[in-house]
């Protein structure tokens, strides 16, 4: 998540830098002006509705980051309103890794990549909170009842949305889908995936120094 100056600039100072370093301070400029918000204006909330997945980035109060998938029927993401969206949080594997950076540090990164239609990206960066479902759904009482089976969610990540802007679709391939049991709230092994990456059997070094291969 970006910091703003305090006249609302979008931009983190790093980012300027390197734009000054790299002469495209301009071509920045004319981007953060054409192309951010500071919201979600109608075309970016239709979008969001129609989204079956989204990646999210988190870190904690040591800037440990930390990214994630999430995926559900569209409409998983509710649009609250112009400057709210929110998802449910379900039990997944335990970890909770997203969950608990936001606990340490409420800055989240969102995206939303449309594969198979519009061949289109949108980044939406905010401060979240975590609500319980009875909580929340005092607050909203509309908010549709996640429809994924055999799945209930623990609680709900609410963002206040601070910058939504385009991802290009230059380099985004175009997919098509096909039909498959998606297998949702399933606990059974192998259907999930099971141990793909043979991490269970590799030994493990937590906490044991390391060198880098570059210097530095």
């Not at 734009?19 to 979600?40: C, K, N, P, V």
């Not at 800055?107 to 198979?116: A, I, K, R, S, Y």
């Not at 479902?133 to 908010?143: A, K, S």
Request: hydrophobic residues 30%.
């Amino acid at each position: 998540m970006r910091e703003t100056s305090p006249r609302h600039v979008p931009g983190s100072e790093g980012e300027r830098r390197v734009q000054e370093i790299t002469g495209t301070s301009e071509r920045a400029d004319r981007f953060y002006r054409d192309q951010m918000l500071d919201h979600l204006n109608p075309r970016m909330r239709e979008f969001v509705t129609r989204q079956e997945m989204m990646f999210i980035a988190t870190s904690d109060q040591k800037g440990e980051c930390d990214s994630s998938f999430r995926a559900g029927p569209p409409g998983f993401v509710h649009v609250i309103d112009e400057h709210t969206l929110t998802y449910p949080e379900f039990r997944g594997n335990g970890v909770f890794a997203s969950v608990g950076n936001i606990l340490e540090n409420p800055h989240v990164g969102l995206m939303f990549l449309d594969f198979t239609h519009d061949r289109i990206g949108l980044h939406v960066n905010g401060r979240a909170t975590l609500l319980e479902d009875v909580e929340l759904r005092r607050h909203i009482p509309g908010l549709p009842a996640p429809e994924v089976p055999g799945q209930r969610a623990l609680m709900w990540t609410v963002v206040h949305v601070e910058e939504a802007y385009i991802h290009c679709r230059k380099h985004i391939p175009h997919l098509r889908k096909v039909g498959r049991d998606e297998s949702w709230g399933t606990d059974d092994t192998l259907r999930k995936g099971g141990d793909f990456f043979a991490a269970k059997e590799t030994s493990k070094h937590w906490g044991a120094p390391s060198t880098p291969a570059y210097p530095g």
